[in-house]
């Protein structure tokens, strides 16, 4: 698929930054939240909730073909590496996009703590925000050794040295050190999104190696 894939991959995490705005962007600074940003959603809209955790599962799909051309990017430097490369990235998406539908059920239960339910609610959201929990520790492993296994692959001569400072886990945290730094109401609104503008740069940054590379 070569480019091809790339620039859906790049689409499709251009995508989800878009939805993490619209379920989780608040006008405050970029250090008002966690990681996570859980608490805005006692503050997001259900009809914003259900946009954002809908549409973000499917772009969870569509960045992975953004993986599969760093799988045929690299299979020219080591086969095996650049297929464990494309899998331990999609890992990632498949819990990410669990993660993403999720904050629905975490919203649901929010709007619903009120007047004498409020104790049951608050229970629900605390359940489901430890479940949520889970599932973001879950792809931590996948994460890491995609970002070894970039790093390991972008020594390869064919590439500049740069590159491979461009894996994820540096992308990711570069964004994620910016925006969280951020004040209001930028940092609210971008810090959402720092995991999917990493890799919608890192994966911007690959194509200018198709085909030399591959």
Same mark, same amino acid.
């Given at each position: 698929?070569?480019?091809?894939?790339?620039? +859906?991959? +790049? &689409? =499709?995490?251009? =995508?989800?930054?878009?939805?993490?705005? +619209?379920? /989780?962007?608040?006008?405050?600074?970029?250090?008002?939240?966690? @990681?996570?940003? #859980?608490?805005?959603?006692?503050?997001? *809209? *259900?009809?914003?909730? #259900?946009?954002?955790?809908?549409?973000?599962?499917?772009?969870?799909?569509?960045?992975?073909?953004?993986?599969?051309? /760093?799988?045929?990017? #690299?299979?020219?430097?080591?086969?095996?590496? &650049?297929?464990?490369?494309?899998?331990? @990235?999609?890992?990632?998406?498949?819990? !990410?996009?669990?993660?993403? &539908? =999720?904050?629905?059920?975490?919203?649901?239960?929010?709007?619903?703590?009120?007047?004498?339910?409020?104790?049951?609610?608050?229970?629900?959201?605390?359940?489901?925000?430890?479940?949520?929990? +889970?599932?973001?520790?879950?792809?931590?492993? !996948?994460?890491?050794?995609?970002?070894?296994?970039?790093?390991? @692959?972008?020594?390869?001569?064919? #590439?500049? %040295?740069?590159? %491979?400072?461009?894996?994820?886990?540096?992308?990711?945290?570069?964004?994620? &050190?910016?925006?969280?730094? /951020? *004040?209001?109401?930028? =940092?609210?609104?971008? %810090? *959402?999104?720092?995991?999917?503008?990493?890799?919608?740069?890192?994966?911007? /940054?690959?194509?200018?190696?198709?085909?030399?590379?591959?």
């Amino acid at each position: 698929m070569g480019k091809t894939a790339a620039y +859906i991959g +790049i &689409a =499709g995490a251009l =995508g989800m930054a878009a939805c993490d705005m +619209i379920l /989780l962007a608040q006008p405050v600074a970029g250090w008002n939240y966690g @990681l996570s940003s #859980f608490e805005a959603m006692a503050l997001t *809209p *259900p009809l914003r909730v #259900f946009i954002g955790s809908t549409f973000g599962l499917v772009c969870a799909f569509f960045i992975c073909f953004g993986f599969w051309y /760093l799988k045929e990017l #690299f299979e020219g430097v080591e086969r095996q590496s &650049a297929l464990w490369l494309f899998v331990a @990235l999609c890992s990632v998406e498949f819990f !990410g996009g669990a993660f993403h &539908a =999720g904050y629905y059920f975490i919203s649901a239960a929010v709007t619903t703590n009120t007047g004498s339910g409020a104790p049951l609610a608050m229970a629900i959201v605390q359940e489901y925000t430890h479940h949520l929990e +889970i599932i973001s520790y879950l792809g931590v492993p !996948g994460f890491l050794a995609g970002a070894i296994l970039f790093f390991k @692959l972008a020594l390869d001569k064919r #590439f500049p %040295k740069w590159f %491979k400072f461009a894996n994820p886990l540096i992308s990711c945290g570069v964004f994620m &050190a910016v925006f969280s730094a /951020l *004040p209001a109401p930028f =940092g609210g609104y971008l %810090k *959402p999104t720092f995991i999917n503008m990493g890799l919608a740069a890192m994966l911007a /940054l690959s194509v200018r190696f198709w085909p030399k590379a591959a």
